[in-house]
Nanobody, 124 residues
């Protein structure tokens, strides 16, 4: 079973950029549809972005479209989330997730492999 470990979170100011990494072990990220989700205190886990293992264009949540970019480096066996123009409302724990199926799911219930999360805090 593949294991996922996120890193790259931290405290930044509004307007800054940050890149999150999701390193995989025990499997290859190219074999999985990979997604990023986030969860703020008291809120449900929210879809951020996903990339299918079948290729094709990435899919983004409405609140991050145009600011965030998901990418995959097969050689490094890592998935990235480049975040730009960060806003205080982007503050959350960010999770990397994977699923074997090709179809991208926007619900967290569609993913069965999860990392431990990394905190992103954006100050105003």
């Amino acid at each position: 079973q593949v294991q996922l470990v996120e890193s790259g979170g931290g405290l930044v100011q509004a307007g800054d950029s940050l890149r999150l990494s999701c390193a995989a072990s025990g499997g290859t990220v190219s074999s999985y549809t990979m997604g990023w989700f986030r969860q703020a205190p008291g809120k449900e886990r929210e879809f951020v972005a996903a990339l299918s293992n079948a290729g094709g264009a990435p899919v983004y949540g409405g609140s991050v479209s145009g600011r965030f970019t998901i990418s995959r480096d097969n050689a490094a066996n890592t998935v990235y989330l480049q975040m730009m123009s960060l806003k205080p409302e982007d503050t959350a724990v960010y999770y990397c997730a994977g699923r074997r199926a090709t179809v991208i799911q926007r619900t967290h219930r569609g993913y069965n492999i999860w990392g431990q999360g990394t905190q992103v805090t954006v100050s105003s």
